[in-house]
């Protein structure tokens, strides 16, 4: 049983390692060209803030999240997608329950254009990997700070994205399992310096290493979404989307440590755009 | 039946194939990551709470090198002289106690721990000296009929000078202001900024205010900060220069007084004002202050500033212990029984003075260009 079960696995990597060197036109063949689709889900979940810029403790609150998903087939070439998203995070802390100690909000863009693989011995996955670019800007603010109330948050990064979607019926509609995810690999972020005041940087125009070079090493983040859409409509035009969303982002600029890690549940809409 | 028989497959199609979907899944939403951050955990323990404090001095504090020449606080020493005092059963109240010893040591004004019942300092930069100012007789300098521009109180007195009084540097003040109050008094013959007991605020406005005594750019200091945790980290000091304002500027005498309670932005006033051709620094030596203060949090809540970027004067040389006037003055108590303040009479003798070697040389020029056109 454990043999066939390798065998089974050894093969699917097989054919998703031959799909990779055969390229997108192999695989256009394969995949019939599906219409744009597009979400809009709303997140509530708990958030970790950590910035030692402003203080060393790691502060605990709520988060609420936006997040907007686009993606489509493009035209040109159907064995690639294109998918765009829109994160907006909101967090309040409050580690001692005498009012909020830290406000957070970012907003997170990431474009991808994955490659796609619909996978003939498992009908109805849908294998995607590629990689994009993303900005991020936001900031954190301590209600406690003097000449060091907030840290301004702003990233720019290439990324590579994974994800998995798996299609099936039931009772007779059409449903839906994703699960995605994507990992910055290098870019630019900004950051004081250690101990260095915003009032040096735009007073007085004093730089010192404020753009740090982003690496795996100093910037491991991880965003992970594992969704389920469920069919609404008789059409299955629309569905309600169930989720998980993971989000951990951190950072080590200039001896200084950063991190934004959120575990939230997710509920929102999917529509699919054009004709199928 | 048909519909159940189609359910059940649906089901076990379902079941197989999320069976296959999830083991392709990387073992996903179970990885907790490996984290490179790790933050300090909220706790009310003693021991917890003095390891932060003492560690956030340790690697943020810009003068533990200058107070262990200056004072000899050895900052490791510190750590095994007040641990032993904790308890795991004192009160709060008795940790915050050792906490503020603890800093004490470090005899800096920007240096408090915050409570919800008391504020730990050290003020000895201005307890331990006399005050040399006296509100009541600064307010008969003054009398009723002064001016207020914003942060400012001014009038002329009696014999033609002009006296401005600038209380904090937390009252807000504008180009607009500061060249209203200048052009009000343009026929003084000399102007006294008194700023003794201001205790700092914005350096924005120390700024603004010092820029209208100078008509060239001047070289009035560097600024620095910590690049890293060690004790000698600091990043490359970078000059700051005082540029001219493009408004009215004071072409006259001005004399600053100044007392042991001009505080860090106060003091950087100072520090700008002793590089301006004109002026003066009369009265007592500054508080000093020169470390911009940042804030931090310890586990139970508490909060710790601290001075994180230092500031030097012209030649390099720090004024966290204050910078010395140009001509000493104290306020003597026989004065004040006759209802006069010594630092005022001694700074409108000083304009006076100025004003008299002013004309002597415009004299001495003119009679050498007659005599040698």
């Known amino acids: 049983m454990i043999t066939d079960v390798k065998k089974n696995l050894s093969g699917r990597l097989w054919l998703l390692a031959l799909s990779l060197l055969w390229g997108t036109r192999l695989c256009a063949q394969e995949l019939p060209p599906t219409a744009g689709e597009s979400s809009f889900v709303l997140g509530i979940g708990r958030s970790h803030q950590l910035d030692t810029y402003l203080s060393p403790i790691e502060y605990k609150g709520k988060q609420v999240t936006l997040m907007q998903e686009y993606h489509h087939t493009l035209r040109r070439n159907p064995g690639v997608s294109f998918g765009s998203v829109w994160q907006a995070n909101g967090a309040a802390c409050n580690n001692w329950h005498n009012g909020i100690d830290l406000w957070a909000a970012d907003i997170h863009y990431d474009a991808t254009w994955q490659y796609q693989w619909q996978m003939k011995r498992l009908r109805g996955l849908t294998l995607k990997a590629g990689g994009g670019v993303g900005l991020t800007l936001g900031g954190v603010y301590s209600t406690r700070g003097g000449n060091n109330p907030a840290n301004a948050h702003l990233q720019l990064r290439m990324l590579a994205a994974l994800g998995a979607d798996y299609r099936f019926r039931l009772w007779k509609r059409d449903w839906r399992v994703g699960y995605h995810l994507d990992a910055p690999l290098c870019g630019a972020m900004f950051s004081p310096h250690y101990g260095q005041s915003y009032y040096e940087m735009f007073e007085r125009g004093h730089y010192d290493h404020n753009v740090v070079f982003t690496h795996p090493a100093n910037c491991p983040s991880l965003r992970q979404r594992l969704v389920l859409d469920i069919p609404v409509s008789r059409k299955g035009r629309t569905r309600l989307r169930l989720g998980y969303l993971s989000d951990i982002r951190q950072a080590k600029p200039n001896h200084l440590e950063q991190h934004q890690i959120s575990r939230s549940f997710t509920f929102g809409m999917v529509k699919t755009l054009g004709k199928r | ?373």
Request: a negative charge; proline letters at 5%.
């Open chain 2, 1 to 373: 039946m048909m519909h159940s028989s189609s359910l059940a497959t649906s089901l076990i199609s379902l079941c197989c194939g999320l069976r296959k979907f999830l083991m392709l899944l990387p073992v996903a939403m179970s990885i907790s990551f490996v984290s490179c951050t790790e933050g300090e955990q909220p706790s009310d323990d003693p021991q917890a709470v003095f390891q932060s404090l003492w560690r956030n001095i340790d690697e943020h504090y810009c003068f533990l090198d200058y107070k262990k020449e200056e004072l000899g606080v050895d900052w490791n020493d510190i750590y095994a002289k007040y641990q032993p005092r904790l308890t795991p059963t004192m009160t709060k109240l008795q940790l915050f106690e050792v906490l503020c010893d603890m800093l004490s040591e470090l005899r800096d004004g920007h240096v408090n721990l915050y409570c919800s019942a008391d504020v730990g300092r050290n003020w000895s930069w201005h307890e331990d000296y006399p005050e040399n100012l006296s509100t009541e007789l600064r307010d008969r300098y003054l009398g009723t009929d002064y001016r207020i521009a914003a942060g400012l109180k001014y009038r002329i007195l009696e014999d033609n000078v002009g006296y401005v009084v600038y209380e904090s540097f937390t009252h807000g003040i504008g180009e607009g202001n500061i060249a209203d109050v200048l052009y009000f008094l343009r026929t003084c013959t000399g102007l006294i900024l008194d700023v003794r007991s201001n205790t700092g605020g914005q350096l924005n406005y120390a700024e603004m205010l010092s820029s209208h005594f100078t008509n060239e750019r001047i070289l009035v200091g560097y600024t620095a900060h910590k690049a890293g945790p060690g004790h000698n980290d600091f990043s490359t000091p970078e000059p700051q220069y005082l540029n001219p304002s493009t408004t009215i500027r004071w072409q006259k005498p001005c004399i600053v007084l100044t007392n042991r309670s001009c505080y860090s932005a106060t003091n950087e006033f100072v520090r700008n004002m002793k590089e301006c051709p004109q002026v003066t620094i009369l009265g007592d030596q500054t508080g000093g202050g020169s470390g911009m203060p940042f804030t931090s949090v310890l586990p139970n809540g508490w909060t710790l500033r601290y001075s994180a970027c230092p500031m030097y004067d012209a030649r390099m040389e720090h004024t966290e212990f204050g910078i010395q006037p140009d001509i000493p003055c104290a306020l003597d108590s026989t004065d004040m029984a006759k209802g006069k303040d010594t630092l005022i009479e001694r700074a409108r003798k000083e304009i006076t003075k100025a004003v008299e070697k002013e004309g002597n040389n415009r004299v001495t020029q003119a009679t050498q260009q007659k005599l040698h056109p």
